[in-house]
């Protein structure tokens, strides 16, 4: 069966300090991968979806970048952090086709202090 | 760009009072899906809507897709406390990303 692993679980950095958030799913190939924010008691911003290896497409400027080294690995990083960036950063993935629905990663709580 | 929105934003109900929440795009969706978010967790699929006016019922709980396919609902009938939760439409106009709606918070009151 397919499964999503998502670390760390939880993460105080400080301002200007760099990020990288892992995400890497298991049981499947050529999963559509997805990186979310949702800040507290609010929605899921879509920040990036990759379709394939080195394929990433944002959907928010901001000082935050993804990658796809490899197939079930999604990489969430960031240069410099703003407190702006503070919030519940969620990976997930989904079939090409047909969707039968995103499966989330247990997020990351990332407050920049 | 496309939004997708929900109403109520919260919601308050008696363990056994009926509860809906409402989704609306801007633009029309080839399919929407709808989440459960436990407090402290993280978004977990319910159900996929593809057609229009397409209706689908899990136990109590029962989803619509608008004829126009801009609109769904999700109404749970006879709430218990195990709903409590935040309940989240997310819709594709026919790309591979899916834009959430602003979420309904439920609190069941025993």
């Known amino acids: 069966s397919q499964t999503i692993h998502q670390w760390p679980a939880t993460l105080v950095q400080p301002v200007g300090s760099p990020l990288s958030l892992e995400c890497t799913v298991e049981g499947t190939s050529n999963p559509n991968l997805y990186w979310y924010r949702q800040a507290a008691g609010r929605g899921l911003q879509l920040l990036f979806y990759?379709?394939?290896?080195?394929?990433i497409s944002s959907e928010v400027p901001q000082n935050l970048s993804a990658s796809r080294p490899q197939d079930r690995q999604f990489i969430l990083s960031s240069k410099k952090l703003l407190l702006s960036d503070s919030g519940f950063y969620l990976c997930?993935?989904?079939?090409?086709?047909?969707?039968?629905?995103?499966?989330f990663g247990s997020g990351t709580r990332l407050t920049v202090v | 760009g496309q939004q997708v929105m929900q109403i109520p934003q919260y919601q308050h109900v008696q363990e056994g009072e009926d509860f809906t929440t409402y989704c609306n795009s801007s633009t029309t969706l080839s399919n929407i899906q709808w989440y459960k978010q436990r407090p402290g967790g993280h978004p977990v699929f319910l159900i996929q809507l593809v057609k229009s006016g397409e209706v689908k019922k899990q136990k109590r709980l029962t989803f619509q897709f608008g004829e126009a396919k801009k609109n769904s609902s999700l109404h749970i009938t006879a709430t218990q406390t195990t709903d409590v939760g935040t309940y989240f439409c997310?819709?594709?106009?026919?790309?591979?990303?899916?834009?959430f709606g602003t979420g309904t918070r439920l609190k069941v009151l025993a």
């Open positions: 997310a819709g594709t106009s026919g790309t591979y990303k899916y834009i």
């Open positions: 990759s379709v394939g290896i080195g394929q």
């Open positions: 997930a993935w989904a079939e090409r086709a047909p969707n039968y629905g995103y499966t």
